[in-house]
């Protein structure tokens, strides 16, 4: 069971635009994909680029998140055991490409 040449193709880009990257007509590797396939991998990017912007720091201070849609809104209850100003940081930096993609802003609130 693996994946066909185009799949891997779609995994790469992904990767590629996990961290501070986002997709531009101009790359050579997104410019080749198919319209659906630049869906998809904007989408998995952006949602990508958050989940990992919430362990940055790769120290597991965030140790439970609970999504929630509210008014427009993805809402992240982050249960927190440390301070998470950089994982803030980042998250923030994030969301304008998610908010791009998805039409929901999200937002990370601390808990506990």
């Known amino acids: 069971m693996g994946l066909s040449n185009k799949e891997l193709e779609i995994v790469a880009n992904i990767v590629l635009y996990h961290d501070a990257e986002v997709p531009r007509e101009h790359h050579l590797s997104y410019r080749n994909l198919a319209y659906h396939e630049k869906i998809i ?18 120290r597991r201070k965030i140790t439970q998140v609970e999504i929630l849609r509210k ?31 998805t039409g929901l802003r999200p937002v990370l609130k601390k808990i506990g």
């Open 41 to 58: 991998v904007s989408k998995l990017a952006a949602i990508l680029k958050l989940a990992n912007s919430l362990d940055i720091s790769h």
């Open 71 to 101: 008014n427009g809104a993805l809402l992240f209850n982050a249960r927190v055991n440390q301070d998470i100003l950089l994982e803030e940081w980042v998250f923030a930096q994030r969301s304008d490409f998610f908010e791009e993609i």
